[in-house]
């Protein structure tokens, strides 16, 4: 426990060169291209009309009554927090081999590395919010005090993507098979969470199995919050569940990751 204890002061002396990394990591993606940093939004957009165009033309899937809430802009509340999810836990399982430089540097703070990178995604996921407004006013439906609780959910999806991040970040140094299999891993988690196919078409032994994946929270969440008009707090044994496993990871994650920080350099 005395390994966590520091983390938050950490990241709160270094948030300014989080962010200044963040953009870095932006600009220079992206910096041999005309349209530059503005591909890191436009392709989770074409991605999103993808999807949009082969399950509501190509599968014909639709709310099953006229009144009920369009299946687009279901799949659209559930495809931007799952990209932002698997892009900042790809990039930041991969954030210490990918500086590998700083390694030897033993004044630098290697904990922020994994974090620089889901600010970055975070930094494209509030551009597609942006996006996702513009699209429920255009369906008639605008913004309320409900809306305000997606800070809630972007900061409980960044809490649990940072914990994981330092735990596979970690072992992708000693392991390089965990980034190998990360991508399997995460095409896997997409098709088991309820993003293009509704959770309740499911009950019993099969529901409690995807009620236990915490990305179903997040996923809901973000209904609930521009859909449905619900709290947050509507399913507390929910909240409770989620808080715990990512709690649970985030100090699994910094105690490994600290604990073995120092032998990054005698693999790299």
């Known amino acids: 426990m005395n390994l966590t204890k520091g983390i938050f002061k950490t990241v709160f002396q270094q948030r300014s060169l989080i962010w200044q990394l963040a953009r870095y990591k932006l600009r220079e993606q992206y910096a041999a291209t005309l349209l530059g940093s503005f591909w890191a939004v436009l392709q989770p957009l074409m991605t999103i009309l993808v999807f949009w165009f082969v399950f509501s033309y190509g599968l014909k899937l639709q709310s099953p009554n006229a009144n009920e809430i369009p299946f687009f802009l279901i799949l659209f509340c559930g495809l931007v ?6 892009e900042g836990l790809s990039a930041g399982t991969q954030s210490i081999l990918a500086h590998q430089y700083l390694v030897k540097k033993i004044v630098f703070p290697l904990e922020i590395l994994p974090i620089v990178q889901i600010v970055a995604s975070l930094v494209v996921h509030l551009y ?3 996006f996702l407004f513009l699209i429920l006013i255009f369906y008639g439906i605008w913004p309320s005090l409900y809306s305000i609780q997606i800070l809630y959910y972007i900061f ?7 914990g994981l991040s330092w735990l596979l970040s970690a072992l992708n140094v000693f392991h390089r098979d965990v980034g190998q299999s990360l991508n399997l891993i995460i095409m896997l988690w997409f098709w088991i969470t309820p993003i293009v196919w509704p959770a309740k078409n499911l009950s019993g032994w099969a529901l409690k ?3 236990a994946n915490p990305l179903y929270y997040i ?3 973000y209904r609930s ?3 449905y008009a619900e709290p947050f707090w ?3 044994n929910m909240g409770v569940y989620f808080w715990t496993v990512s709690i649970s ?3 699994i994650g910094i105690t490994f990751f600290r604990r073995v920080k120092n032998q990054f350099s005698d693999v790299l």
């Open 249 to 251: 990871m985030f100090i």
């Open 81 to 86: 927090p799952w990209m932002t999810f698997s």
């Open 219 to 221: 996923i809901e969440g």
């Open 225 to 227: 919050t521009f859909l």
């Open 156 to 162: 409980a999806m960044a809490f649990l993507t940072t």
């Open 128 to 130: 597609l919010i942006g």
């Open 209 to 211: 199995i995807v009620e």
């Open 234 to 236: 509507h399913n507390p």
